[in-house]
């Protein structure tokens, strides 16, 4: 059951019975005491700290190459070729920048070009693609199901797709069919 509970206190309140866990999320001042911790937001011990900080850093390493293959797939799907060009104006960066990168995905066997030819995915570079674009519109519908208002949830999604294990990717899609069902 996934049930959200809005009022003048209280950003959220989410509750599934199947994974036994409830989360309540206050602006109360009492409930956000930083300086006394509950027992469950203490330091967690050192191989899962450990472990919690190495997963970000995995995710913070390949995630501007996903964004860039996942926007390559895109635009050859919307728009028939992916150009440098397009890539820059999309990203809100330099050409230079974008070549640098299309070097790095090329060595990474994720794309292939032709001098003065758009843009193509490799197999590999397509899966990539797909897969980053499911997680992506996962967690997009979940922030749309929670209310979060639609710039808003394309910014944050853009960046929490490379950070969410798959495990709370299944929740949130669960959760997001669960509400859409209602």
Do not use: W
Request: aromatic share 4%; proline share 3%; with cysteine.
């Amino acid at each position: 059951m996934f049930t959200l509970h809005c009022g003048p206190d209280t950003r959220m309140v989410a509750a599934t019975s199947e994974v036994g866990y409830i989360r309540r999320m206050t602006d109360s001042s009492e409930d956000l005491d930083i300086d006394n911790p509950s027992k469950t937001d203490a330091l967690p011990p050192v191989q899962q700290h450990a472990q919690q900080y190495a997963a970000v850093r995995n995710a913070h390493e390949t995630e501007l190459v996903e964004d860039y293959v996942e926007l390559i797939g895109d635009l050859l799907k919307h728009q028939g070729e992916a150009r440098s060009t397009d890539i820059a104006s999309r990203m809100g960066v330099s050409q230079a920048t974008v070549a640098k990168m299309i070097r790095r995905l090329k060595s990474l066997d994720l794309v292939v070009s032709q001098p003065y030819r758009s843009l193509f995915l490799t197999h590999a570079g397509e899966a990539m693609a797909k897969e980053s674009r499911q997680r992506h519109a996962i967690v997009l519908q979940f922030l749309r199901a929670l209310g979060v208002d639609d710039q808003t949830a394309r910014i944050d999604a853009e960046g929490m797709e490379h950070h969410v294990s798959q495990e709370t990717l299944d929740i949130m899609q669960r959760l997001t069919h669960q509400q859409q069902e209602r």
